[in-house]
C-alpha cells in the first residue's frame, strides 16, 4: 500500500538550531518524494523534490531507498522556517497523483 | 510563476443544499486537476482526479454521486457538494501540475465549508 508517515505532528527549536523532519514512505515501485510547506494563511507550496537534488531556503532532503525515507534537514532553523511541512510521494505512472504524510508543524523559537 | 485560484474562499449553506466550489488555472492550462479534503491539523486526502473532456476518477471511499466533479474547460475544475451534510464541513483544496504528469503542483488557496 502507498503510504506516508511522519511521526511528528509539533517539532519545536530554538532559532539556530538543526532540524530534522522526518518522513517514511511505504511504495511498491519507484517513488517521487516531495516536500511541501505551508505557511499561515498561505496555500501549500512545494519546497523541494527529491529529483531536483536542490537546496531550498537552507534545506535539504535525500531520498533514502534502504530505510525508505526521506526526512528533510536544515542545519540552523530560522523563526520564519515556521509552518507546517508535508511529506508527499507520487509514482511514475500515477499521473501526478500525490499522496501525503499527516503533516510536521515545525516551531521555530526566538 | 503560475497560479492556481478557488472561489469562493469560503462557504456557509444549510443542510441539504448544494455548494459549488470552482478551481481555476489563472496563466496555463490544466488538463488535470486535483482535488484534495484537509481536516484542521491533518494531512490533504485526495478525493478525486479531474480530467478535462472525460469523467473524474474518484478514489475508494469517495461517493462520486456526493462529489461531483466537472472538468469543463482546460482552465476550470468544479466541485459539487451535493446535499451538504454537516460531516462535509471541511477544507477543500484544489491542485494542477504545470504540464501535466509529475510537474509541480500548484496549489489553490483552498475553499472553507461549513455546514449548518
Known amino acids: 500500500a502507498q503510504r506516508v508517515t511522519q511521526p511528528e505532528k509539533l517539532l519545536s527549536v530554538f532559532k539556530g538550531a538543526p532540524v530534522e523532519l522526518k518522513c517514511n514512505y511505504s511504495?511498491?515501485?519507484?517513488?517521487?518524494l516531495f516536500w511541501y510547506v505551508q505557511y499561515s494563511r498561505q496555500r501549500l507550496q512545494l519546497l523541494l523534490r527529491?529529483?531536483s537534488r536542490e537546496s531550498i531556503k537552507g534545506f535539504t532532503a535525500d531520498l533514502n531507498k534502504g530505510e525508505t525515507s526521506f526526512h528533510l534537514k536544515k542545519p540552523f532553523a530560522q523563526e520564519e522556517d515556521s509552518a507546517m511541512y508535508y511529506c508527499a510521494l507520487s509514482g511514475r505512472n500515477q499521473g501526478g497523483k500525490l499522496i501525503f504524510g499527516q503533516g510536521t508543524e515545525l516551531s521555530v523559537k526566538p | 510563476g503560475a497560479v492556481v485560484s478557488q472561489h469562493p474562499s469560503r462557504v456557509i449553506c444549510k443542510s441539504g443544499t448544494s455548494v459549488k466550489i470552482e478551481c481555476r488555472s489563472l496563466?496555463?492550462?490544466?488538463?488535470?486537476m486535483f482535488w484534495y479534503r484537509q481536516f484542521p491539523k491533518q494531512s490533504l486526502m485526495l478525493m478525486a482526479t479531474?480530467?478535462?473532456?472525460?469523467?473524474?476518477?474518484?478514489e475508494q471511499g469517495v461517493e462520486k454521486d456526493k462529489f461531483l466533479i466537472n472538468h469543463a474547460s482546460l482552465t476550470l475544475s468544479t466541485l459539487t457538494v451535493t446535499s451538504a451534510h454537516p460531516e462535509d464541513s471541511s477544507f477543500y483544496i484544489c491542485?494542477?501540475?504545470?504540464?501535466?504528469?509529475?510537474?509541480?503542483?500548484?496549489f489553490g488557496p483552498g475553499t472553507r465549508l461549513l455546514v449548518l
Open positions: 511504495y511498491s515501485g519507484s517513488p517521487e
Open positions: 491542485s494542477a501540475p504545470l504540464a501535466g504528469g509529475l510537474e509541480t503542483q500548484y
Open positions: 496563466d496555463f492550462q490544466a488538463t488535470t
Open positions: 479531474s480530467n478535462e473532456g472525460s469523467k473524474a476518477t474518484y
Open positions: 527529491h529529483i
